[in-house]
């Protein structure tokens, strides 16, 4: 396995200097971020480290030998937006751009393209796997026909009031991914496997990692550190945010150790990437590099 991490903790760096962070910290591989140029729309949106919106073969080779030069992996291209929303223009908008990402990925001969399902927060579930089947079939069969796999991450993105109660993400437990690969059975729809987001909904993050094997086609490297006297006080009713939060690896609840044992045993070799959403560490971008740094030496004793 390959050590990288996901770009948007760097907003503020250009291409280039992510890819020289990735270098001179020991990273092999790096995550990025291919948001639309503007405004973000919440915390670690909006990065954009490569504009795949009109990339065509010349630009695409120029970014290759960036990356060819600083010697550093993409693991995939990241974009993530909720592609199931209410609001039609938001949606025709997000699944636009998600095949931009899509052919910039082909263009980069990048395998992986890292996004949501999406949910709009009030529907229930089988009004959403109603939408579901509107939408996805296309992005994938479009996904298909450039090689390009799609791998899903299962944050539910229900963490504060303006998510409630249902999330803006349907691929949020085991039991969901079950039915979203039976009702699109595809070797190019997979998971963006993040254990963090499974310890404060109480599911065993250990599991999935044997039952998914076969759809793991990329790794994110977050911890979690459930609070039990905030939960005590607040209980499970409550916004997740009131009785959680995001770590570092190592700082959290997750035992890593078996999270790597059964990720070896899985047969995953591919790159796993440390996401740095710890607010401890956020003050700077000098702090944003130590967290990176502390992770990377913290997961080494894992992937070598």
Known sequence: MKAGFVSAILADLKLEEVLDVAKSEGFEAVELMCWPVGKAERRYAGVTHIDVAGMDKSGASRIKDIIETAGIEISGLGYYPNPLTADVEQRNFFVA???????????LDVEVVNTFIGREPSWNIEDSFGEFRKVW?????????????????????????DEWPGGKNLASTPALWRRMFEELDSPNLG??????????????????????????????????????HKL????????????HMP???GLGDIDWGSFFCY??????????????????????????????????????????
């Open 97 to 107: 751009h998600i095949k931009k990402v899509i052919d910039g990925a082909s263009l």
């Open 137 to 161: 079939p296309d992005l994938v069969k479009y996904a298909e026909d450039r090689n390009v796999k799609i791998a899903i991450e299962n944050c539910p993105m229900f963490f504060s009031t």
């Open 191 to 228: 998971l963006n496997y993040d254990p963090s987001h499974l310890v404060w909904q109480q599911i065993d993050y250990l599991k999935p990692l044997r039952e998914f094997k076969d759809k793991l086609f990329h790794i994110h490297i977050k911890d979690a550190r459930v609070l039990p």
């Open 232 to 243: 005590d006080d607040v209980g499970i009713m409550a916004t997740p945010l009131e009785y």
């Open 247 to 249: 770590k570092l690896p």
């Open 263 to 304: 990720l070896t045993e899985s047969g995953y070799n591919g790159a796993v990437c440390i996401e740095v959403e710890d607010r401890a560490y956020e003050g700077s971008l000098e702090n944003r590099i130590t967290a990176l740094r502390q992770s990377k030496k913290y997961i080494s004793q894992f992937t070598g």
